[in-house]
């Protein structure tokens, strides 16, 4: 399952996925224009869906039946949730969101999410700038989100210091479950 970009945006769907071979990949969303564009695009992979669904209702969308012919969530899979999880405001339970979701997933699946990280002043500006314009867009602490920095995600090479803004503003993380 993948989940990317604001809740109240349905997410893009990805002409790559044909790559993916047999593998299982559903897009919910809630835009409906964006849902109806998705589903044209995607009309002859029978590995991909879209279906109509707000993230933040986690029962309902793991109920979908259309994500359930496709994907079997009592095996593991992987939840990739890029650029969602700051969209979510905090009196939403962002973390019980997040919870819901991985205790739904089978052992040995995989999580990935992605987060912006606040900086103080440095983006505060940039949050609010957010704020006005989608309704969303939160920026975390580290602490608050447990994540590391995108650049320091296991490098290859060693990374530079000190890091600028930009390679701080996203944190993101993987993890598998037990």
């Given at each position: ?40 695009l ?13 993230f ?6 793991l ?24 969209h ?27 987060h ?23 920026f ?22 000190p890091?600028?803004l ?12 037990a």
């Amino acid at each position: 399952m993948r989940f990317r970009g604001p809740r109240t945006v349905a997410c893009r769907p990805d002409p790559s996925v044909g790559a993916l071979g047999t593998l299982g990949v559903c897009n919910p969303g809630v835009v409906p224009i964006v849902l109806a564009h998705g589903r044209a695009l995607l009309a002859e992979n029978r590995n991909t869906t879209v279906i109509t669904a707000d993230f933040r209702h986690s029962q309902k969308v793991l109920a979908h039946p259309d994500l359930r012919a496709l994907i079997d969530l009592d095996q593991p899979v992987g939840l990739i949730l890029f650029g969602v999880v700051h969209h979510i405001n905090d009196d939403e339970d962002p973390a019980g969101i997040i919870r819901r979701y991985r205790d739904a997933l089978a052992a040995g699946s995989y999580l990935f999410l992605t987060h912006f990280v606040a900086h103080g002043e440095q983006t505060t500006e940039l949050e609010k700038m957010l704020l006005a314009d989608l309704g969303t867009g939160r920026f975390r602490t580290l602490a608050e989100i447990g994540l590391v920095y995108n650049p320091l995600w296991r490098p290859q090479e060693p990374v530079p210091e000190p890091l600028t803004l930009t390679e701080k503003l996203v944190a993101g993380g993987l993890a598998r479950k037990a």
